[in-house]
């Protein structure tokens, strides 16, 4: 394993009052397996809120020889595509709920739940407003059990999460009649001219208040002004045709013990989404059904099992579900290393992050996550462990993965500095 401290990519060399821009150095960013592509950078983030069974997840070997684990070796063939992180995890997580830190695994916010509390912007949709709208959705936000998801605004609002893969694939790829497509376009209009006549009360009322008001006001404009463009680019799009796809539409699973088939059906959108160049930021929670998964061998719930309490029988049983998740997640990295967007395959320019806001979630304990990043171009094929008495800031890769897709930061949520590796 080789860490090292990443020079700032805001260095400037200066002499004489002259300041020099540094290019692009090595040690500005993890080295890549292959020279950027010239295609677009693609994000995908999925989170397991049950944890994975730290035992058949986690090698005891650090490094490039690490040996295989059970559920590792469902990956194999992807070994040299995917980077493994032990002794990573936001601080503080312990919240109101003991699992209140689902809320909070792409924000890395402090005490989640508990008073006072506001969550801060997701990872995601730091890239999402970075890229606006240059695809159709800046970013699409899945869940396959409720609308609770990972992704938050920079206000902390929640994103909603898209449940169901039937109208997801309308949004995406169905045009729609005449007529829908003109009901949505007056909605928009509508929306429109409502923001031209809340300006106008606005601006009359900001002589009246004071100082202070007078500023929330002008954060209200700004709001306001941020909601009119996104209002326009949405127009734009509306008048783009949707594109075309060789895919049957999918059907629904109404069963909520069905979570493997939920899943899967999650898993065969993505690359759809980013083949068509639709958006280029997905994050999926993968959340606790509250019924007996239906997986052969299996008569407890998930959560239930989760909390084994050293179990064997219970061990074996949430093992089966893990090993049908990690099967499943198998099959969606075969699906994007398959599909090119001619400039590489879908995997090469898509940073994919799987894991858990959970390291044992046996003791609802956010530690030690099991964190596995695959594809996007970055060096692979090691298991990269931090030692010592405390996990090092998992925001530290997230800032990685944030520069991997062109923003230009050095810093987010709790991170000390750039992850990097070779």
């Known amino acids: 394993m080789n860490l090292t401290r990443p020079v700032d990519r805001r260095t400037f060399l200066r002499a004489s009052g002259v300041a020099l821009a540094l290019p ?15 295609g677009p950078r693609r994000m995908v983030n999925i989170c397991n809120t049950l944890g994975l069974y730290k035992e058949a997840w986690f090698p005891k070997t650090a490094g490039a020889g690490y040996e295989t684990t059970e559920y590792l070796s469902l990956l194999q063939k ?13 601080e503080d ?21 508990l008073d006072g509390f506001r969550n801060t912007i997701s990872m995601d949709q730091v890239v999402a407003n970075d890229l606006g709208y240059t695809t159709r959705f800046p970013s699409i936000v899945l869940g396959t059990a409720s609308p609770q998801s990972q992704s938050y605004t920079r206000s902390g609002a929640m994103v909603p999460a898209e449940t169901s893969p039937a109208n997801l694939f309308r949004q995406l790829f169905l045009q729609g009649t005449p007529e829908e497509v003109e009901r949505e376009k007056q909605s928009l209009n509508d929306g429109g001219s409502i923001l031209d006549r809340l300006k106008s009360q606005t601006a009359s009322l900001r002589r009246r208040v ?43 699973i109404p069963s909520r013990s069905d979570l493997i088939g939920r899943i899967k059906l999650m898993f065969r959108m993505i690359p ?33 099992l989760s909390h084994h309490g050293q179990d064997p029988a219970k061990i074996t049983q949430l093992k089966r579900i893990e090993t049908e998740i990690v099967e499943s997640f198998d099959d969606l990295l075969v699906d994007l290393a398959e599909r090119s967007d001619g400039n590489g395959s879908l995997l090469d320019n898509t940073a994919v992050l799987f894991g858990s806001n959970l390291g044992n979630a046996n003791s609802h304990e956010p530690k030690d996550l099991p964190i596995l990043v695959a594809g996007g171009g970055f060096s692979h094929g090691q298991h990269i462990v931090h030692e010592g008495r405390h996990n090092a800031p998992l925001c530290n890769l997230y800032v990685t993965l944030l520069q991997s897709m062109g923003v230009e930061t050095d810093t987010f949520g709790q991170s000390t500095s750039t992850l990097t590796w070779a």
């Open 210 to 252: 004071s100082m202070a008001d007078q500023l929330k006001l002008d954060a209200y404009y700004n709001a306001v002004r941020t909601a009119e463009l996104d209002l326009a680019e949405v127009k734009a799009w509306q008048q783009k045709p949707k594109p075309v796809v060789d895919a049957e539409p999918p059907v629904d």
């Open 272 to 304: 759809l989404i980013l083949e068509t160049d639709s958006s280029r930021v997905i994050s999926l929670m993968i959340q606790d059904h509250g019924v007996v998964i239906d997986v052969p061998g299996v008569n407890f719930d998930q959560h239930s």
């Open 93 to 113: 997580q312990t919240g109101r709920q003991p699992h209140n830190s689902e809320i909070t695994f792409l924000t890395a916010a402090r005490r989640p739940g």
């Open 24 to 38: 692009m150095l090595e040690s500005m960013t993890p080295r890549l397996a292959h020279a950027a592509a010239a």
């Open 78 to 90: 992807h070994r040299d595509n995917f980077t493994l992180f032990s002794g990573f995890s936001h």
